[in-house]
């Protein structure tokens, strides 16, 4: 079993690379830049530009992959929502899948997001019944991947990891969970929106098993990547503020809502069970675990 | 109001070109090939690839048209469904439409397809409430495309036309309408399948008018383009018949039905209704036009 990894040294990437070699896959991984220092000695590297179709289809050649995990994507916070280059990396996805069949690939793997369903329902999304009605452009180039990944792979296995709300060492310090952490390890206030809203969080190395164990299954089509354990912001915020030992720091409603912002939004978990996923991290283990990691982490 | 149109000499396009004269656009249209012939002295003709982007940014750079009517797809009969040029075409379409908006490109009208839908559902499809779940890859790229388009298109007008069962002079001879009239304009038997499918059946000329009223509108987002008025195969095979003056040659039953052919799929015409659009032809009227015509038509 061959995989080739895209987005190694993203946010989930580098967690899955462990979860890959456990399950005895020869790992490839690919990548713009090459993986500086530390990297797995046991992992071959290429480096290659994902988003020229040419280099795809020589890397493909190269390597001929059994499995593909699929990461990679434009992500820039702030910005990915709505950017054009959701295009581009639609367009390269559909490049990879298709040079990855055409070489034999025996079974795909790909990064979806729940901001592929409709928000505007219940809160609880369900594989095959929630509305497909994103109200981005990041969201509709996903839904539109995920259709086309299960039209073209109808002779060989393909699954489509939908993830939810996610946390952990080396996310984006703009992102919520660091965005609470972080003042308050410098002991300045940490401004919150109201923080009523449901969300079904899990952590990052475990979402990265997760995408290997669906991997490894034998399921198909979409799965919600979640925790089948719904919270409030609030909740993870005071949880936060607990282990830090500063509750007083923490300033709910501070900020205000984003507009779009839904009060509830969780996954349907039935499917996700099914495929023979463990998680590790406790909610307040895994935000231990990333207070931890935030008080030795570089400064940005 | 200056209007691009592709796909000018396809089966519907070849119709849209005199609705779009009747509504005062200065027309001009896009292929591969020059159009022979009888064409409209009044419309400009563009000679382009559209699989070519370079050669799109140019011909928009070019007319700088404010609408855009974009009927151009891979359509080859018994191939369609499933072929990757699918895919190729979706990126072209993708393409063309970013760069319509960025020379200020004021609406955009497109052709999708009844595929789009969930067929095992209770058969009536209505846009924003039945789900959206192509079974092949043709319905996946035409239901991306859409996706894609209301994303592109927040700050212009934007509607997506989905086209139902359609007939008319010019239909490719292995389609249904044809493939029951030219037989017995030979006086040979017209073997059909049981019949019993339920469908929405519209005049080509009237289709083309329809998505001229639809560009003509401020209507935005998916519109059911179909004549709300169900009927079944053998209905529609029954009348063609007399017609002809030879129902003795019908013989239904004779052909087995596709797997996948849904005994019921017609439209809710709700918000088509909301367009300004008159059809021009009662079924009766429409098929012995289409008669009429094949009586003269080039043999294949």
Redesign the interface.
């Given at each position: 079993m061959k995989v080739l990894l895209t987005g190694p040294t993203g946010f989930i990437g580098r967690h899955a690379v462990r979860h890959l070699l456990a399950s005895g896959y020869d790992v490839h991984t690919v990548d713009i830049r090459p993986i500086p220092g530390n990297a797995e000695p046991s992992v071959t590297h290429h480096t290659a530009d994902l988003l020229d179709a040419s280099q795809i289809r020589d890397l493909i050649a190269q390597i001929r992959p059994t499995h593909l995990l699929h990461f990679a994507w434009y992500v820039t916070p702030g910005k990915f929502w709505?950017a054009?280059e959701n295009?581009r990396w639609l367009?390269s996805s559909?490049d990879l899948l298709?040079s990855f069949l055409d070489s034999g690939g025996q079974r795909s793997v790909i990064a979806g997001t729940c901001a592929e369903y409709d928000w505007t329902g219940c809160g609880v999304c369900v594989e095959e019944q929630t509305?497909?009605r994103?109200s981005?452009?990041y969201g509709?180039?996903k839904?539109?991947l995920q259709?086309?990944q299960?039209?073209?792979s109808a002779s060989s296995g393909a699954a489509w990891g939908r993830i939810f709300h996610l946390y952990g060492p080396h996310e984006h310090p703009s992102r919520f969970v660091p965005s609470v952490i972080r003042p308050l390890l410098r002991a300045e206030t940490a401004a919150c929106t109201h923080g009523s809203q449901v969300r079904d969080f899990m952590h990052v190395d475990d979402v990265a098993s997760a995408f290997v164990a669906l991997l490894n299954s034998s399921v198909s089509g979409p799965v919600n990547i979640a925790s089948g354990s719904p919270t409030t912001i609030a909740q993870i915020a005071e949880q936060i503020a607990r282990l830090i030992g500063r509750p007083d720091l923490l300033s709910l409603g501070a900020l205000p809502a984003s507009a779009g912002d839904p009060p509830r939004l969780v996954a349907d978990t039935r499917k996700f069970q099914g495929i023979g996923f463990t998680p590790v991290y406790t909610l307040k283990e895994g935000l231990s675990q990333t207070v931890e990691w935030w008080k030795t982490a570089p400064e940005d």
């Amino acid at each position: 079993m061959k995989v080739l990894l895209t987005g190694p040294t993203g946010f989930i990437g580098r967690h899955a690379v462990r979860h890959l070699l456990a399950s005895g896959y020869d790992v490839h991984t690919v990548d713009i830049r090459p993986i500086p220092g530390n990297a797995e000695p046991s992992v071959t590297h290429h480096t290659a530009d994902l988003l020229d179709a040419s280099q795809i289809r020589d890397l493909i050649a190269q390597i001929r992959p059994t499995h593909l995990l699929h990461f990679a994507w434009y992500v820039t916070p702030g910005k990915f929502w709505t950017a054009r280059e959701n295009l581009r990396w639609l367009q390269s996805s559909l490049d990879l899948l298709d040079s990855f069949l055409d070489s034999g690939g025996q079974r795909s793997v790909i990064a979806g997001t729940c901001a592929e369903y409709d928000w505007t329902g219940c809160g609880v999304c369900v594989e095959e019944q929630t509305p497909i009605r994103p109200s981005n452009l990041y969201g509709a180039c996903k839904a539109s991947l995920q259709m086309l990944q299960a039209q073209l792979s109808a002779s060989s296995g393909a699954a489509w990891g939908r993830i939810f709300h996610l946390y952990g060492p080396h996310e984006h310090p703009s992102r919520f969970v660091p965005s609470v952490i972080r003042p308050l390890l410098r002991a300045e206030t940490a401004a919150c929106t109201h923080g009523s809203q449901v969300r079904d969080f899990m952590h990052v190395d475990d979402v990265a098993s997760a995408f290997v164990a669906l991997l490894n299954s034998s399921v198909s089509g979409p799965v919600n990547i979640a925790s089948g354990s719904p919270t409030t912001i609030a909740q993870i915020a005071e949880q936060i503020a607990r282990l830090i030992g500063r509750p007083d720091l923490l300033s709910l409603g501070a900020l205000p809502a984003s507009a779009g912002d839904p009060p509830r939004l969780v996954a349907d978990t039935r499917k996700f069970q099914g495929i023979g996923f463990t998680p590790v991290y406790t909610l307040k283990e895994g935000l231990s675990q990333t207070v931890e990691w935030w008080k030795t982490a570089p400064e940005d």
